[in-house]
């Protein structure tokens, strides 16, 4: 994957999401219904699932803002 920036713990109940994120991500991919695979990975507390179930990657999003701000301090020059 890419870069991922994920909380590594859940921000309610403390306990560590991370280490899952990357599986949850990859069979979500491939077509398994989201609350299937967290169920099957033992996340039980809603809490968690919602850590991983509304997770959205913005780093991408970030990084384009960051080029155009180095673009324009280099055209000020």
């Known amino acids: 994957m890419t870069d991922i920036i994920i909380p590594v713990r859940c921000f309610t109940c403390g306990r560590l999401i991370a280490d899952k994120f990357e599986e949850f991500a ?3 991919k491939a077509g398994e219904r989201p609350s299937q695979v967290m169920d099957e990975m033992g996340m039980k507390r809603y809490c968690c699932r919602r850590m991983l179930a509304s997770h ?4 991408d999003e970030f990084l384009k803002y960051s080029e155009i701000a180095a673009s324009k301090r280099a055209e000020m020059e």
Request: glycine share 0%; proline share 0%.
């Open 56 to 59: 959205v990657e913005v780093i």
């Open 26 to 28: 990859r069979r979500v």
